[in-house]
């Protein structure tokens, strides 16, 4: 299948829980369009997490994939979480990647709780801090939204990590595509910030809207000028 890992958990243990994207519409992405979204079974969760007890694993940090896990509901992440603990209570912290939509179903309270129960980290698409931008890639949120969720995480005592996208404005608008999320990046407080400067698959509705004229991409030069830009611009202590 379709595997994703940001960098900053690439040496934690990822437990299959779901498969496939919830969402699926964002145009730029293919990742997982030829998957449909399903919830494995919580009998082969608990399968997998008794396999790593018996060859005598111990990781201390687990990210719960794929796609975005956290879409799932707070009373399958409490079981998910009482077998993380039951089988493999060396685990220190629980991450994910998460839409804003889905830490929006979540109350204060299941937030709190997760915290509390070490789901302590959340990987979030943020891609670009222009409303139009994202609304015309057909993100599930827009930035207002975005601002408001994450304040709920840190309330919760929950970190995130940023994915952004440069080139994601398209040509000519590289300055402005770094200045928005820098102002954002800098307001929320990411404990990480991981760059997928845009590439543009044909396969995806992107790539048709490319075709079509529709869609200019940023060149490489001005993609570089964009994220040295934001780099100067950031005041995020990573």
Not at 29 to 51: G, M, V, W
Not at 68 to 90: D, G, K, M, T, V
Not at 209 to 221: D, L
């Amino acid at each position: 299948g379709r595997i994703c890992r940001t960098p900053g958990e690439r040496g934690a243990f990822k437990l299959p829980v779901s498969v496939g994207c919830p969402y699926n519409a964002c145009a730029f992405c293919d990742l997982f369009k030829d998957l449909r979204y399903r919830e494995l079974p919580l009998e082969q969760i608990e399968a997998e997490l008794a396999r790593v007890h018996d060859v005598g694993g111990t990781p201390e940090r687990i990210m719960l994939g794929d796609g975005n896990a956290f879409y799932s509901s707070f009373e399958r992440l409490q079981i998910i979480i009482s077998l993380i603990e039951r089988y493999l209570p060396s685990c220190q912290l629980i991450s994910s990647d998460a839409s804003i939509p889905s830490i929006a179903s979540k109350t204060d309270e299941q937030l709190a709780w997760l915290a509390e129960h070490r789901y302590s980290l959340l990987y979030i698409g943020i891609e670009s801090g222009l409303d139009d931008v994202l609304a015309f890639m057909n993100k599930d949120h827009d930035n207002t939204e975005c601002r408001t969720q994450i304040a709920r995480l840190h309330a919760a005592g929950i970190q995130y990590g940023a994915h952004i996208m440069t080139g994601a404005a398209g040509a000519g608008r590289g300055i402005e595509n770094a200045r928005a999320p820098a102002a954002l990046l800098n307001e929320t407080q990411p404990v990480s910030v991981c760059n997928f400067s845009m590439g543009v698959s044909p396969t995806t509705t992107l790539g048709a809207w490319v075709r079509e004229g529709r869609f200019i991409p940023a060149s490489r030069e001005e993609c570089l000028e964009e994220e040295r830009c934001l780099i100067e611009l950031l005041e995020v202590p990573l």
